[in-house]
């Protein structure tokens, strides 16, 4: 482009890569990234171990269940769930159920500590029912001593 006078029109590159660079450091600070999908937990041994790794991750949805006292602590993605907290618990089956519309074959993964009193598994368990979901339990294999 040339003006009238004759002279060419030059941009200047300076101010776009600020703004560039400012919404790059913006959107880093503001993202939520995924949280962790399986937590350290001590989990019971089955002889039926099943492992988690040759099922396609986004068709499952893994929860894990801890003891927190005398309650327990319901995790999915790095979000928490107190078992005494009924809006809490409404909100986690709500997302199990968004996830059973979306993935009607998907696996519902239960991961729960083995100290954990069995009532807090079942009551998720129940929930499940509702959706006709195919359920699965998180164990490891037994160690040699134990088969």
Known sequence: MKRKSGKPVTFSMTPMVDVVMLLIIFF????KFKG???EMLSLP???QSDSLNNVETKSRFIVNIKPDGKDAIYSYQGDMFNSNNIEMMGKLKNRVQEFHKIYPDGRIVIRADKKLDAKYVKNFQNQCIDFDAEIHYGTT??????E
């Open 36 to 38: 962790e999908e399986v």
């Open 45 to 47: 041994s089955s002889i």
């Open 141 to 146: 294999a037994p160690s040699r001593g134990q």
């Open 28 to 31: 880093m600070l503001t993202s």
